[in-house]
C-alpha cells in the first residue's frame, strides 16, 4: 500500500518530489517486471495511491461502462481513484485535496465540480 506521511508546513515541495518520484518508478516497473518475470499488474497496484481502485477490480469504465479489453486503455481519476477509458477522462486539474497541484488526469464527472477537487 501507500505510506501517507504527515507534511510539515513548508514541506510542500518535497510532498511534490515524492510523488513525482512514484510517478517515475511507475513508469519504469513493466521493464522490470519482464526483466523478472514478475506479474506488471501486481507491481503496478502496489506503487499506486491507496485510493485508486486496483487495476484488476476495474472491467468497465466507471463514466460510459464500456468493457475494457486489450486495445483500450484503463485511466485513473487523480480525484475519485476510479477507473475510466480515455474518452470519459480527457479533462486535466489540479487536484490539491489528493497532492496533484498541477494538471492531472480527472474524469468528466469530477471535472464538472466546480472549485477545487
Known amino acids: 500500500g ?6 510539515e508546513e513548508g ?13 517515475a ?3 519504469t516497473l513493466g521493464v522490470a517486471a519482464t526483466a523478472i518475470n514478475y506479474p506488471l ?10 485510493y485508486w481502485v486496483a ?5 468497465a469504465c466507471k463514466g460510459c461502462e464500456a468493457d475494457f479489453d486489450t486495445t483500450m486503455s484503463k485511466h ?5 481513484g476510479n477507473g475510466f477509458c480515455d474518452e470519459c477522462s480527457m479533462a486535466r ?4 485535496s489528493r497532492g496533484w497541484d498541477h494538471p ?13 477537487l
Open 2 to 7: 501507500t505510506e501517507v506521511v504527515p507534511v
Open 11 to 23: 514541506d510542500a515541495d518535497q510532498t511534490v518530489m515524492v510523488r513525482k518520484v512514484g510517478e
Open 25 to 27: 518508478v511507475q513508469s
Open 41 to 50: 499488474g501486481l507491481m503496478v497496484d502496489a506503487a499506486r495511491p491507496a
Open 55 to 59: 487495476d484488476s477490480e476495474i472491467v
Open 76 to 80: 485513473h481519476c487523480r480525484a475519485c
Open 93 to 96: 486539474r489540479p487536484v490539491p
Open 104 to 116: 492531472v488526469r480527472v474524469c468528466n464527472e469530477c471535472n464538472r465540480k466546480s472549485g477545487d
